[in-house]
């Protein structure tokens, strides 16, 4: 299995049990997101672009089964240079919290389409932000329609954008039919499950993406939000569990359920070279 969203937090106290951790909750491996740039960071947190960019690649050398994230703030004045540094250095994705600055902002587009012409897939921050300031209305899912402007983007919204679940769902199947309609448009957004939905609205959450009738099956993550320093596995097989039991009751597949805890995520690193046909619902059908 695979966690597709593990930050990295200040310190290295996690190092010697990271790995072992994650493998006592069932993860082969999984996404390690950076510490975060000067807008969301801490005290404690690293002060420079460069120091957070060689601690992320130092921590992702644990094991080839980790990728990094690497974790801007894409209205920082040298951020362009930050992207093609970090892409040099062999990162496999981005990270992108919109706490200050809604996702269309034409400055951020400019970063947007740079991680997209590198090849390189984005993991947003989408729904409640837990950041003790006024930022989640930059988060809400509608958004990032914006994003339909990106050529060739790779991008996934993490926590299923709880509280906005039905909202997020809704734009993916406009994308969906954007993509479907367009292939050359060549944009994919993806579905990060990561809690997110506290557990009374789980259940709810996983039957409408489920059951809402648009081709999710190849297009879901799941992801623990565990950090490197306390790899909480408990949580994350209570996670695992709680999200089977339900897909199970939901009439889900042990092959898409494979998909959702490993080969969606390999095919959102490009890890994978399947080819998927996907089916958009239609006015009328």
């Known amino acids: ?14 190092r010697d ?29 690293l002060k420079t672009w460069q120091e957070r960019l060689d601690n992320l690649l130092e921590w992702s050398r644990l ?8 974790w801007i703030d894409p209205l920082e004045k040298n951020a362009l240079r930050q992207v093609h540094s970090a892409v040099e250095q062999g990162i496999s994705g981005f990270k992108v ?7 269309g902002d034409r400055r951020a587009m400019k970063i947007f389409q740079a991680m997209a012409d590198a090849r390189r897939p984005i993991l947003f ?69 990561t809690p997110g939905t506290p557990e009374i609205y789980r259940r709810e959450a996983l039957t409408k993406l489920f059951k809402i009738g ?3 099956d190849n297009n879901v993550i799941f992801g623990s939000d565990c950090s490197t320093n306390q790899y909480n596995f408990f949580w994350t097989k209570k996670w695992v569990q709680y999200d089977r039991r339900i897909m199970r009751s939901l009439g889900v597949s042990s092959r898409v359920m494979d998909k959702v805890f490993s080969g969606n995520a390999r095919r959102f690193l490009e890890l ?13 059908e």
């Open 1 to 14: 299995m695979f966690d597709g969203h593990i930050h990295i937090s200040p310190g290295n106290e996690g």
């Open 17 to 45: 049990t990271l790995i072992r951790k994650m493998r006592q909750a069932g993860m082969d491996g999984g996404v390690l997101l950076s510490q975060p740039p000067p807008c969301a960071a801490s005290a404690e947190t």
């Open 63 to 70: 094991s080839s089964r980790l990728y990094p994230f690497f």
């Open 97 to 103: 919290i919109c706490d200050y600055f809604e996702p």
């Open 125 to 193: 921050h989408s729904g409640i932000l837990w950041d003790g300031k006024p930022s989640s209305m930059y988060n809400r899912p509608v958004l990032f329609e914006a994003l339909l402007r990106v050529r060739g983007l790779k991008f996934a919204m993490a926590h299923i954008s709880w509280p906005w679940c039905d909202e997020m769902l809704a734009v993916y199947g406009k994308f969906l039919n954007a993509q479907t309609s367009n292939p050359e448009l060549d944009i994919e957004l993806f579905i990060d499950i």
């Open 214 to 216: 648009y081709d999710v």
């Open 272 to 284: 994978a070279s399947e080819k998927v046909r996907k089916q958009a619902l239609r006015a009328g």
